[in-house]
């Protein structure tokens, strides 16, 4: 079976939007604020290894040793020169004023493939990072591998309303696909619960932003690195008129700003790992399934 994504693109694209991503990436700084409050769910408990899978430049390792400065922070990317652009400051060198504080560890290595123990980390947190791997089942079975009994996973991918505007356009002008297929909330609870997590709680959110013109739109893309890396792409570069007939399809969507809109469905997920020989399934059967029709959702 071909693979829906193309990974050494992924890499690429997020190599080369690296130096520039932390200014670019404004949603994805929210998104990251919100996922992080999410770590008050630890109460008073204090993890030993905690991991920011999907790093990026590192910011939420950087909060991540903050908090807990003496724990072992593994921040892990697909990208390399992600992991250079890692802060110098705001966290990162606690160890430098304290040796007790331990560094905070860069890793390259992919989400599907984690190159770490067996029972090894309290907190896995991994955001907006899921949207490129296709086989989610098989990634959250690899996170529940590495996770301790009873640690906590917390992460965010984006849904199916994502970019929805930009593939209708795309759809009207090019045979070609152009946006990536996106899990939607009742895939993702089930891809949990499937890995046998427990107690999964999951929450979204609806995001729209405007832009002047396509072209601005897929600047910014470029710039955090949300290229299409899909392997049936065109790779070829999109001609000046299949361009000029998608930008046409997307002005009748303007709103009453007068901007183009964007909409980005945020899925937000927090489970825990279970205790040792727990069933994936139970007689062959999900254990249970998540109705999208239940997780209320919230504009901004």
Request: contains cysteine; neutral net charge; glycine residues 8%.
């Amino acid at each position: 079976m071909s693979e829906v994504f193309d990974p050494r693109h992924v890499r690429r694209a997020f190599s080369r939007a690296s130096a520039g991503y932390d200014a670019a990436a404004t949603l994805q700084h929210e998104v990251e604020r919100r996922l992080l409050e999410s770590l008050d769910y630890l109460d008073d408990r204090v993890p030993d290894v905690v991991v920011d899978l999907g790093c990026g430049p590192g910011r939420a390792a950087a909060h991540m040793r903050k908090r807990w400065p003496r724990a072992r922070v593994l921040a892990l990317d697909l990208a390399l020169p992600m992991l250079r652009q890692a802060r110098t400051g705001g966290g990162w060198n606690l160890s430098v004023l304290n040796p007790l504080h331990k560094p905070i560890d860069r890793i390259n290595a992919d989400a599907r493939a984690l190159p770490l123990a067996e029972n090894s980390v309290d907190v896995l947190f991994c955001n907006l990072c899921l949207q490129w791997v296709e086989d989610l089942p098989a990634a959250f079975a690899g996170f529940r591998r590495v996770l301790k009994p009873d640690g906590l996973l917390l992460c965010s991918t984006f849904g199916p309303e994502t970019l929805g505007e930009l593939r209708e356009a795309f759809a009207l002008a090019d045979a070609a696909p152009h946006v990536s297929p996106f899990a939607g909330i009742a895939e993702f609870g089930d891809a949990l619960m499937h890995a046998g997590f427990r107690n999964p709680v999951l929450d979204r959110d609806v995001f729209t932003s405007g832009y002047d013109d396509l072209p601005a739109l897929m600047r910014e893309l470029r710039a955090i690195g949300a290229t299409n890396a899909l392997t049936a792409r065109r790779h070829t570069l999109t001609g000046k008129s299949r361009f000029a007939r998608a930008a046409a399809a997307y002005e009748p969507m303007r709103g009453g700003d007068g901007r183009l809109p964007a909409t980005w469905e945020v899925i937000y997920a927090q489970a825990w790992a279970p205790q040792p020989g727990a069933p994936i399934r139970e007689g062959g059967f999900d254990v249970v399934s998540v109705p999208a029709a239940s997780i209320p959702v919230r504009r901004r």
